[in-house]
């Protein structure tokens, strides 16, 4: 079964910095990567997702996530992060591309300062 | 994207009572829809895959008698929490894929459930 790790649980930045948050994921095949972000109280939107193709996806917001077979890794990258960006995000991986459940990782919350 | 829509947003019931929460998939029809759980500071986890016209399939530790779901049409499935308790309060989310054949699925908004 598919599994997703997060291993930052909180991160904090300053606004204007640049943002890396890290996902690895474990699964067999060729995975359906997602990055997901959550407001407090609301529900989920999509960032960006990757299921083939070229290895950078730019997403929504100015996000960008690199997908590296080698490293089984979906970082999310911002280049220069704003104080609207403070949320929870969430990596996710499906197992194809048919109607399948999405597993979650923990989760990462983003905290911006001036 | 496709559109998933969920109600009630939020509700307040009493302990020993029963919720209902619809989610409607509005612009695509949706043979299976997953439930979702969220606890405070948590992620989330599957609860169950809902099925049109068939039983829900439940994940491990997930009690089928208490969460009751029904998919009777393409494009809705609900989940009804019976005689809800406090450790019932969460936040429930639905989804469903709309056959892009890229793993995507769409989210509903939520609803924030607090049993008293």
């Known amino acids: 079964a598919q599994s997703v790790t997060q291993p930052d649980i909180h991160i904090t930045v300053s606004e204007g910095a640049s943002l890396e948050l890290r996902c690895n994921y474990s699964y067999g095949a060729t995975p359906y990567l997602f990055w997901y972000v959550q407001s407090p109280g609301q529900g989920l939107q999509l960032l960006l997702k990757y299921f083939s193709g070229d290895t950078l996806v730019q997403g929504i917001k100015g996000f960008e996530a690199e997908f590296k077979r080698s490293q089984s890794s979906f970082n999310l990258r911002k280049p220069s992060v704003h104080w609207s960006d403070a949320a929870e995000y969430f990596c996710?991986?499906?197992?194809?591309?048919?109607?399948?459940?999405?597993?979650f990782g923990k989760g990462t919350r983003l905290s911006v300062i001036a | 994207g496709a559109v998933v829509s969920q109600h009630p947003s939020w509700v307040i019931c009493k302990s020993g009572t029963s919720v209902k929460i619809e989610c409607r998939s509005l612009?695509?029809?949706?043979?299976?829809m997953f439930w979702y759980r969220q606890f405070p500071k948590q992620s989330l986890m599957l609860m169950a895959t809902s099925n049109e016209g068939s039983k829900a399939t439940y994940e491990q530790g997930v009690e089928k008698d208490k969460f009751l779901i029904n998919h009777a049409s393409l494009t809705l499935s609900t989940l009804t929490v019976t005689s809800a308790h406090p450790e019932d309060s969460s936040f429930y989310i639905c989804?469903?894929?709309?056959?892009?054949?890229?793993?995507?699925?769409?989210f509903g908004e939520g609803s924030r459930l607090t049993v008293l």
């Open positions: 996710a991986v499906a197992a194809n591309s048919g109607n399948t459940p999405l597993v």
């Open positions: 989804s469903g894929g709309a056959g892009e054949n890229t793993g995507e699925l769409f």
């Open positions: 612009d695509f029809q949706a043979t299976t």
